[in-house]
């Protein structure tokens, strides 16, 4: 079988309205995905957020309607939740000091940079900070989205929900997290998703790129 280009997978992906509950995503294929986001950039590399897989039934239930009824939810087999830091910390910087220092030895230039992360970083108002690591989840989010092409596994990012009845259902608030963004996994349904026969549609090039020589 031939090996698809990043473009015809990204030609063949959409955000799937309608899942079929019949068919679970394979794990090794959940597994690749989740890796890829792992493996995503962020802002000096913190990685300032954490994925919650969600594959209870009635968590999902309870998600559905925390989302307004969106029923790739339940009909997908996976929910990944991107949630954010709520704040930087001391700690949590500290911590990602310590896992560089443990996989690249000590570097006083590394120890400086994640010093001066904090003297910028901790002053800030918390709200600032969540925005500043939300945007870090959304860089994550679109390599899972790409990956998810890539495993020929369905996938809609949703933005489309109540973050506060989220967090509550997850206990995040308690462990120092926000909600940022939803992306179910699944197969599509061919019978009844009214998006799946419609034709892609981006801007062109000349309206979305403005080279500069």
Do not use: C
Not at 31 to 49: C, K, N, V, W, Y
Request: proline share 6%; no cysteine; glycine share 6%.
């Amino acid at each position: 079988m031939t090996q698809k280009s990043l473009i015809e997978q990204l030609n063949w992906r959409y955000a799937t309205k309608k899942m079929d509950p019949a068919k679970a995503v394979p794990q090794n294929k959940v597994d690749a995905i989740i890796e890829a986001i792992r493996l995503a950039p962020t802002s000096s590399g913190t990685q300032p957020f954490e994925l919650i897989v969600v594959t209870n039934p009635d968590k999902r239930s309870e998600l559905e309607i925390a989302a307004g009824g969106q029923a790739q939810i339940t009909e997908g087999s996976h929910l990944l939740v991107f949630a954010a830091w709520d704040n930087y910390t001391e700690e949590r910087i500290d911590h990602v000091t310590q896992i560089n220092t443990e996989a690249r030895g000590e570097l006083p230039m590394a120890n400086d940079y994640y010093e001066n992360l904090k003297t910028s970083y901790l002053p800030r108002e918390a709200e600032i900070n969540y925005a500043h690591a939300a945007r870090q989840a959304y860089i994550a989010l679109g390599v899972g989205l790409v990956a998810a092409a890539e495993q020929e596994v369905d996938s809609t990012p949703m933005e489309g929900f109540d973050p506060s009845a989220v967090d509550a259902i997850l206990g995040l608030r308690e462990r120092g997290l926000r909600s940022v963004v939803l992306m179910p996994l699944g197969y599509r349904d061919p019978s009844g998703d009214w998006l799946l026969p419609m034709k892609k549609v981006r801007k062109s090039l000349d309206t979305l790129v403005t080279l500069i020589d």
